[in-house]
């Protein structure tokens, strides 16, 4: 069951996918928005040039009501997830990466994926902060024809907010793709 803060979460991403997807990231009304999302965490606006997924992510985990002590407000995703990942490791916060062989995601978690041909995997991710990569917020957890799936929300997905559907197993973990096995990285479990 989720908590109220992945609801939350899951909600505030639910609502701007719905207000925003389909606006280019350089139409007036998405560019103001993508400049929300940098001044929302104290971070200078360096243009919609700038891969601004990471922030989408980070300024939706803040307005959820997460605080800078619990979750590492970052442009960069490896950054965060490197952070949840210590976190696991020590068994202290309220953000926990573990690899997605290891866990079911579920409303309000974040899952990490690679880009441009990248095969980081999660001890890569555990050992790293800065590497590029994608992530987006969990809000939907459902079952269809294909079986078991996770609904996503994330930022920057082809210049916009964009959805994303993610099989899973019939246990429920990410299943990679034959196509791309190393596409999954990292499932950040939310506990707040």
Same mark, same amino acid.
């Given at each position: 069951?989720?908590?109220?803060?992945?609801?939350?979460?899951?909600?505030?991403?639910?609502?701007?996918?719905?207000?925003?997807?389909?606006?280019?990231?350089?139409?007036?009304?998405?560019?103001?928005?993508?400049?929300?999302?940098?001044?929302?965490?104290?971070?200078?606006?360096?243009?919609?040039?700038?891969?601004? %997924?990471?922030?989408?992510?980070?300024?939706?985990?803040?307005?959820?009501?997460?605080?800078?002590?619990?979750?590492?407000?970052?442009?960069?995703?490896?950054?965060?997830?490197?952070?949840?990942?210590?976190?696991?490791? %020590?068994?202290?916060?309220?953000?926990?990466?573990?690899?997605?062989?290891?866990?079911?995601?579920?409303?309000?978690?974040?899952?990490?994926?690679?880009?441009?041909?990248?095969?980081?995997?999660?001890?890569?991710?555990?050992?790293?902060?800065?590497?590029? %990569?994608?992530?987006?917020?969990?809000?939907?957890?459902?079952?269809?024809?294909?079986?078991?799936?996770?609904?996503?929300?994330?930022?920057?997905?082809?210049?916009?907010?964009?959805?994303?559907?993610?099989?899973?197993?019939?246990?429920?973990?990410?299943?990679?793709?034959?196509?791309?096995?190393?596409?999954?990285?990292?499932?950040?479990?939310?506990?707040?």
């Amino acid at each position: 069951m989720a908590t109220s803060f992945e609801r939350k979460l899951a909600s505030l991403a639910e609502a701007e996918f719905d207000q925003f997807h389909g606006f280019h990231e350089t139409t007036p009304k998405m560019a103001a928005r993508i400049k929300g999302y940098w001044t929302s965490l104290g971070l200078h606006f360096p243009g919609v040039g700038t891969p601004w %997924s990471a922030v989408f992510v980070s300024s939706f985990v803040k307005r959820a009501g997460a605080s800078a002590s619990e979750f590492k407000f970052s442009p960069r995703h490896s950054e965060f997830v490197h952070r949840a990942i210590a976190n696991m490791k %020590s068994g202290t916060g309220v953000f926990h990466g573990h690899p997605v062989s290891a866990y079911a995601p579920h409303i309000g978690d974040i899952i990490q994926n690679n880009r441009n041909g990248n095969t980081f995997d999660f001890n890569f991710a555990a050992g790293n902060m800065a590497y590029e %990569s994608h992530s987006a917020i969990v809000v939907e957890e459902g079952t269809d024809g294909n079986g078991r799936y996770v609904r996503t929300v994330g930022g920057n997905e082809a210049d916009t907010v964009g959805e994303r559907v993610v099989r899973l197993t019939s246990s429920g973990l990410i299943k990679q793709p034959a196509a791309d096995p190393s596409r999954f990285i990292c499932v950040i479990e939310t506990l707040k």
